[in-house]
């Protein structure tokens, strides 16, 4: 049996192979593992994998995570600007602790620049704890 080579994946690894005579190639080696129980494992079969790591993996490939935030931050905006500000505004998108929020008109738009952004900020970090909001930002924009 000596001076046989161990080609193709057959379930062997280096250490029976040698212990049988067998010399193992070098690409079958590398690519050949053992789990704990002895069985051999390929690298597609790494094993059993936290459920944090899986949900992770889930959210992301299905935007869920996405789908909370912008969520959130409208409830978040729905609160904080009430029933009279609300039909006439629309939340556009936070970026780098900037919230964009398009209203609108012109004057509305300089009515809340003026004398609303400081109560509507205070407001939204009230409702939105664990979210960093520096500044609200307001455009007039197509209805």
């Avoid at 040698?18 to 053992?34: D, E, F, I, K, Y």
């Avoid at 994998?49 to 969520?71: M, P, Q, Y």
């Avoid at 931050?73 to 602790?97: F, K, N, Y």
Wanted: hydrophobic content about 40%.
């Amino acid at each position: 049996m000596t001076g046989r080579t161990l080609s193709g994946d057959a379930g062997v690894g280096e250490p029976q192979a040698q212990a049988r005579g067998l010399s193992v190639t070098p690409s079958l080696a590398l690519r050949v593992r053992q789990n704990h129980a002895g069985a051999p494992m390929t690298d597609g079969n790494r094993g059993p994998e936290k459920i944090a790591d899986i949900l992770g993996r889930l959210f992301t490939s299905r935007g869920w995570g996405r789908k909370n935030d912008r969520l959130r931050l409208e409830s978040g905006w729905a609160e904080a600007a009430g029933t009279e500000l609300l039909p006439d505004t629309r939340v556009l998108a936070i970026r780098r602790g900037v919230l964009e929020v398009e209203v609108r008109n012109a004057v509305l738009l300089q009515e809340l620049t003026q004398f609303h952004k400081r109560g509507l900020l205070a407001k939204l970090r009230k409702a939105m704890p664990g979210v960093t909001l520096t500044d609200i930002k307001f455009r007039a924009g197509p209805w």
